[in-house]
């Protein structure tokens, strides 16, 4: 059975993504509807990977699933940062993304610089206490008129030099390609399966000293005569049970995974090894 991963979010748009990157994994993802709970998370954090463990966090606490929460917004350089965390309420609640980007525009006007840049945490947060994160940003500069019908949110505001476009004057592929989103979505999941692997390996160890001898008697005591004259050209039987480096110590990360994405990281429980945001 494949597993399930539960995501914090409302949104089928995200719940698509999100699905259809982890079915490349062979992971299932569901809405907190389908696991049978209505978990609204205040985002009280000062950083987006905080808001993002929230989330999944509390979810992962209602469901008793693996949970998945994430958060994103604008950060403008000229507004120390602003409106950052309260992207999404910037300007008040009901007010629309046309009046809200204006508003921005208004406020940047005439100060010089226009750097930005769109950021987006992912994190993810297992029953037995271990936490996976990644983050990603995209960088560019507030344009001087909304241009482009694409997209939501700022993307109309947001122009990315490279392409001298606006994300909202991108194809949805055009703009995940280069997008703080696309980016964690992608590092998320290569971060996701590394783990799993990881945790499968662990697994099998433990397994291996719960029935010591089992798991390395049967292919020598079998084999014998079937490899009597190469026997010694032959790799060991190790090849396909991996030999165990100490036992119970952790493989080391770059033996196991040399493609280990560099942004992600993921805690274990017992070290409290927890990355501290501020
Ligand atoms: P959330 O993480 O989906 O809650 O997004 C927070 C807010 O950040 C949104 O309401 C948007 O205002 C803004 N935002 C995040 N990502 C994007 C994007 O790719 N384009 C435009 N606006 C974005």
């Given at each position: 059975m494949s597993e399930r991963f539960v995501l914090a979010t409302h949104n089928?748009?995200?719940?698509?993504?999100?699905?259809?990157?982890?079915?490349?994994?062979?992971?299932?993802?569901i809405s907190p509807e389908e696991a049978g709970v209505a978990v609204d998370v205040?985002?009280?954090?000062?950083?987006?990977?905080?808001?993002?463990?929230?989330?999944?966090?509390a979810l992962c606490a209602a469901t008793g699933l693996p949970a998945i929460g994430d958060d994103s917004g604008l950060c403008v350089d000229v507004?120390?940062?602003g409106?950052?965390?309260?992207?999404?309420?910037?300007?008040?609640e009901d007010i629309t993304d046309a009046q809200r980007n204006n508003l921005l525009l208004e406020s940047v006007k005439g100060q010089g610089r226009r750097d930005a840049h769109f950021t987006c945490s992912i994190a993810c947060a297992f029953p037995d206490g271990d936490t996976l994160t990644a983050e990603e940003h995209c960088h560019g500069v507030i344009s001087y008129i909304p241009l482009g019908t694409g997209g939501f949110g700022y993307d109309?505001?947001?122009?990315?030099?490279?392409?001298?476009?606006?994300?909202?004057?991108?194809?949805?592929?055009e703009k995940s390609e280069v997008s703080h989103r696309g980016k964690a979505l992608r590092a998320f999941a290569e971060a996701l399966g590394a783990y799993l692997s990881e945790r499968a390996w662990k697994e099998l160890e433990a397994e291996k000293e719960r029935q010591p001898?089992?798991?390395?008697?049967?292919?020598?005591?079998?084999?014998?005569?079937?490899?009597?004259?190469?026997?010694e050209a032959v790799p060991d039987a190790p090849e396909v049970v991996p030999e165990t480096p100490e036992k119970s110590e952790p493989v080391p990360e770059a033996a196991k995974n040399p493609q280990t994405p560099r942004t992600p990281t993921h805690h274990h429980h017992k070290k409290k090894k927890h990355k501290k945001h501020h």
């Open positions: 089928p748009a995200k719940l698509r993504e999100m699905r259809e990157i982890l079915s490349e994994l062979g992971l299932e993802v205040e985002e009280t954090g000062t950083t987006f990977a905080e808001n993002a463990m929230l989330k999944a966090k507004l120390n940062g409106p950052g965390v309260y992207s999404a309420r910037y300007g008040g109309p505001i947001f122009n990315y030099p490279p392409k001298l476009k606006t994300f909202a004057q991108m194809t949805p592929e001898g089992e798991a390395d008697a049967a292919p020598e005591s079998a084999e014998p005569q079937t490899v009597p004259e190469v026997s």
